[in-house]
């Protein structure tokens, strides 16, 4: 038997810095039954089980975590809720498809702003758009073909140049930007921790009790070390971790990816830069370029680096690397600012498939599963896990049909040669963005 590692970051979700105390969830402890058992509580777990408590009040679902949603990557993440495709494309199917996902993207967007709205969870929500900016100038056609995009999609930018940027975001760091509109900012971490404190009534929260191994049968039993769930149908909301629950062959690899956040500055240290409202960057090449955000608590958050993380575990001396490596990329962007401190670098793990597409869908009898993140998931996975639970019960629903048109996510080998080629994906990814980073 070969059981799961569980995710383990060694570092502290800077976030929750300013958190109040957290709910506390039991652990699971002593035989359950239930309709539906959902493993995993970020974004894509907690609207499944949303979706299908709201659909079948009288569904009894147990949604059970091996931390909890704070320590998600749910509630890691830089906190853009992005309502556009990345890659775009440009034939007419992929722009059909393009226009499909960006549909389920907003159908997202709007499931989370309107549950912010009805149980007023305060997440420093703020629809300010973004930059998408470049620090090179060999990189000019990367934003070309994204403005081409974004015409043939008739979505509204604009083009910003580096004086322009620089008024924007204190920095001459990034040469050319392309403004979008259509991101909302949050902390990501307040907002998955509101929408569990407010799942229905017929959903009941297991938090620290891990999955280690599910026995599938006609009755699914599903073991952790101090108790066991029966039930007829289970939803693994695990995205890429946890690979070894899954009764099916292996189509995404877990890798992490690390942020930092500052203390907020000080109003000395803020007279140093223009008047300045929250803005939030995503830079041309994801892998070696940083993610940067100006909250709305005047500190500064910086997400950069991607390790392999198979197993879903970073180590202390992983996350002290990544410390270093942000503090100097801070310096050299706001070298005006290098007396401001760096409190907090912590990771999370993403789900990266081969061809982009997503693992969503039933995989065997009463067993369905929505992963395959590919980075980018506040808003996709919302709307994955909700239809999903649409789908599990045969209820019609228009955006079924895009999300099926997103395709499949292909076969991956298994370790050491999965490990290998991300490494070499990895290492050369790295080296056509060198000049972003
Ligand atoms: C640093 C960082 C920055 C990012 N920035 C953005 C961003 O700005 N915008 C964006 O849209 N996306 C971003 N992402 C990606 C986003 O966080 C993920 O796409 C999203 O969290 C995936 O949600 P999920 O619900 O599928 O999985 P997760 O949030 O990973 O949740 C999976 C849950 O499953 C649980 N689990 C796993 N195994 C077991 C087990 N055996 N037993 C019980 N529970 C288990 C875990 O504990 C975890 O809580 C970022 C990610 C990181 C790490």
Redesign the pocket.
């Known amino acids: 038997m070969k059981y ?1 590692s ?2 383990l970051n060694q570092n502290d979700n800077g976030w929750l810095i300013d958190h109040q105390q957290t709910t506390r969830y039991p652990v699971l402890v002593g035989n359950q039954t239930a309709d539906w058992v959902v ?7 907690v609207s499944f089980a949303r979706r299908l408590a709201c659909l079948n009040p009288e569904l009894k679902i147990i949604l ?6 704070a ?4 509630a ?7 309502g556009l495709p990345h890659n775009i494309g440009s034939s007419t199917a992929e722009l059909k498809k393009a226009q499909g996902y960006r549909s389920l993207l907003q159908a997202g967007i709007n499931q989370l702003s309107t549950l912010i709205g009805q149980h007023q969870i305060v997440c420093q929500w703020e629809n300010i758009g973004k930059y998408h900016c470049q620090v090179s100038s060999s990189n000019q056609r990367i934003l070309k073909e994204y403005c081409d995009h974004l015409s043939m999609m008739e979505e509204p930018y604009q083009l910003l140049q580096q004086d322009e940027l620089e008024q924007k975001l204190a920095t001459r760091f990034y040469r050319q930007g392309i403004y979008t509109p259509n991101t909302i900012l949050v902390n ?1 971490a307040s907002l998955i921790i509101g929408l569990v404190d407010h799942l229905p009534q017929n959903v009941t929260v297991y938090n620290h ?4 191994e599910i026995n599938y049968g006609n009755n699914i039993q599903v073991r952790t070390p101090y108790g066991t769930l029966i039930t007829g149908n289970i939803m693994l ?3 890429a ?2 690979r070894e ?1 899954l009764p099916a062959t292996s189509r995404q690899a877990a890798m ?4 930092s956040i500052t203390a907020p500055l000080t109003a000395e240290q803020r007279q140093r830069l223009p008047e300045m409202s929250s803005w939030g960057l995503t830079p041309v090449n994801a892998i070696a370029g940083a ?1 940067l955000r100006y909250t709305p608590d005047h500190r500064f958050l910086i ?1 950069q680096h991607v390790i392999p993380a198979l197993n ?1 575990a970073v180590t202390a001396a992983q996350t002290y690397q990544a410390t270093e490596q942000h503090r100097r990329l801070f310096n050299k962007i706001y070298p005006q600012l290098n007396d401001v401190p760096v409190l907090r670098t912590w ?5 990266v498939t081969r061809n982009g597409a997503p693992v969503w869908g039933k995989l065997k009898k009463g067993v369905y599963t ?2 395959g ?1 590919n ?7 919302t709307i994955a ?1 909700s239809l999903l639970a649409d789908y599990a019960l045969s209820q019609h629903h228009p955006l079924i049909g895009a999300m099926l048109e997103l395709g499949h996510a292909n076969y991956l080998p298994p370790s050491p040669l999965l490990d290998v080629a991300i490494k070499l994906s990895l290492a050369k990814e790295r080296f056509l963005g060198r000049s972003e980073g």
């Open positions: 799961p569980v995710p493993v995993g509580s970020g974004f894509a777990g059970i975590d091996a931390n909890g949603a320590e998600s990557s749910s890691r993440n830089s906190g853009f809720i992005i990501p009790s891990p999955v280690m909301a695990t995205n971790l946890s629950l992490a990816t690390f942020a993610t997400r879903g990771s999370g793990t993403i789900s929505a992963g993140c980075g980018a998931g506040i808003a996709k996975q896990g």
